[in-house]
């Protein structure tokens, strides 16, 4: 089992809640075990409708959501219902390599051809953040 590092001081997210999406089971379940190591109380969602359930404004002081997973414009669906309904809401998006974790989209991919309608996609997400 994975055990994180101890972090100095109190983690910024302890003892507040994280709403994670992702459908791969495996690195679902590591990143919320490491989340709850620190703290975090995490709920889970494997697909983005099961997100839509268990979200409500105010709750979540995070939403952590693997991009990679779905549709483009599933996410950016769900992405602009949500700060809609709550404008501040603090959003990760998990996208991989080399950054694995941004707030904002990384340029670097869409890049990759095989993912060109993560392009446009990207630059609506830069705009509505």
């Known amino acids: 089992m994975y055990r994180a590092p101890p972090l100095r001081g109190c983690p ?4 507040k809640k994280v709403l994670l999406i992702d459908c791969g089971q495996a690195a ?4 919320a075990s490491v989340l709850r190591s ?3 109380e995490v709920d889970e969602a494997v697909e983005i409708p099961d ?4 979200w409500r404004p105010n709750v979540y002081g995070l939403v952590m959501l693997n991009v ?3 549709a483009p ?9 949500l700060k809609g309904r709550s404008p501040d809401e603090h959003f990760v998006f998990l996208v991989g390599p080399p950054r694995y974790v941004s707030r904002t989209w990384p340029d670097d991919f869409t890049d990759d ?4 309608q993560w392009g446009e ?9």
């Open 38 to 40: 620190y703290g975090v």
């Open 68 to 70: 990679r997973r779905y």
């Open 121 to 129: 996609t990207v630059k609506r997400f830069v705009a509505a953040a």
């Open 113 to 116: 051809a095989s993912r060109g």
């Open 73 to 81: 414009e599933e996410v950016l669906k769900f992405y602009e219902e």
């Open 51 to 54: 997100a839509r359930f268990l």
């Open 28 to 31: 679902r379940e590591i990143r």
């Open 12 to 15: 910024l997210l302890a003892g």
